[in-house]
Nanobody, 122 residues
């Protein structure tokens, strides 16, 4: 089982930026970020196919969020810019050792972190 530890969450004003980090005990084929706001369903926001470094984004974050990786340190990042109040929620890092579903938000990855809270105020 892969261990995933998120960090970097916090509170920020609308229009601001945050960078989340996911430290993995082992990078899997596909590393993803999901989020869940209170009373809402979990949604996928970004994913990266580790090799060959292909990224996927949900429509709601395209152009504002960037997912990246540092293979040497087994870390995946989510740079979030132009944040909006609707971006608030618990952000989870997830890992899947199959390539085929990378970026398919209806697919639930195998391994999950504990989450980090992001709060965007207007």
């Amino acid at each position: 089982q892969v261990q995933l530890v998120e960090s970097g969450g916090g509170s920020v004003q609308a229009g601001g930026s945050l960078r989340l980090s996911c430290q993995a005990s082992l990078l899997r084929e596909c590393m993803s970020w999901f989020r869940q706001a209170p009373g809402k369903e979990r949604e996928g926001v970004a994913a990266i196919l580790v090799i060959p470094n292909v990224t996927y984004y949900s429509d709601s974050v395209t152009g504002r969020f960037t997912v990246s990786q540092d293979i040497a340190s087994r870390t995946v990042y989510l740079q979030m810019s132009s944040l909006r109040p609707e971006d608030s929620g618990e952000y989870f890092c997830a890992a899947e050792n199959r390539r085929h579903h990378c970026g398919e938000w209806s697919h639930s990855p195998t391994s999950w972190g504990q989450g980090t809270q992001v709060t965007v105020s207007s």
